[in-house]
């Protein structure tokens, strides 16, 4: 990674098949942004699969402004630890977020015992994560700031020393306001600066847009 907040994410939908002493492992993967967004994923491939005996899953989503990850998994019914872990751990060692695997099992009349199931949503999930294609992507925070014509030479610079991502957006009316997106490691630098400019009463006023 260039810096703590690059990021990869799938850029796509997929999905892949491994069959195991007749049980047959469906791998999907999706790109995911949220809890809401797992939810209609879950239920879309639930649909697809009524028949399936098992669909088990992980997701991990985008780190957060502490770089702390969010992550959940299920076995679905199965073995405690054999099919969920296994698959969170594939998202990981792939070093992909925003994204969700499910792997549907149709049962092929074999019993797998633990460690077969381990290794088979393991490799499941490994492969379907191993055919992603992926997006390198950043995480940001977005400001607005409020100022007259005469401070847009010392907002510029205080924008450009807080991690600006892309250019920030211009609107000119009787004042300035300028929208911008900053890396959010760079959230606290960004707020010194522009209180900064606020108590030196250069700019009017700014505040993160949600």
Not at 78 to 104: M, N, Y
Not at 113 to 127: C, D, M, N, P, Q
Request: neutral net charge.
């Amino acid at each position: 990674m260039e810096h703590i907040d690059d990021f990869y994410a799938p850029s796509e939908t997929l999905t892949s098949e491994l069959k195991v002493k007749r049980s047959l492992f469906i791998a999907r993967l999706s790109p995911c942004e949220s809890a809401e967004d797992f939810r209609v994923i879950l239920s879309e491939v639930e649909r697809l699969h009524k028949e399936a005996n098992h669909s088990c899953w992980a997701y991990r989503l985008a780190p957060g402004a502490d770089s702390q990850e969010i992550s959940h998994c299920s076995d679905d019914g199965e073995p405690t630890g054999t099919a969920g872990r296994p698959i969170l751990s594939s998202i990981k060692r792939g070093e992909l977020f925003c994204a969700a695997v499910i792997v549907t099992r149709y049962f092929g009349g074999i019993k797998l015992g633990v460690r077969g199931l381990i290794e088979a949503y393991g490799e499941a999930s490994k492969t379907a994560v191993n055919l992603s294609r992926r997006a390198l992507k950043i995480r940001t925070k977005r400001l607005s700031v409020n100022l007259p014509y005469a401070a847009i030479k010392d907002t510029t610079h205080a924008l450009n020393s807080c991690g600006l991502v892309g250019n920030p957006i211009w609107s000119y009316e009787a004042e300035v306001r300028a929208e911008a997106e900053v890396r959010a490691s760079f959230a606290n630098h960004a707020e010194n600066a522009l209180s900064e400019l606020l108590n030196r009463k250069l700019i009017r006023s700014w505040e993160w847009v949600i």
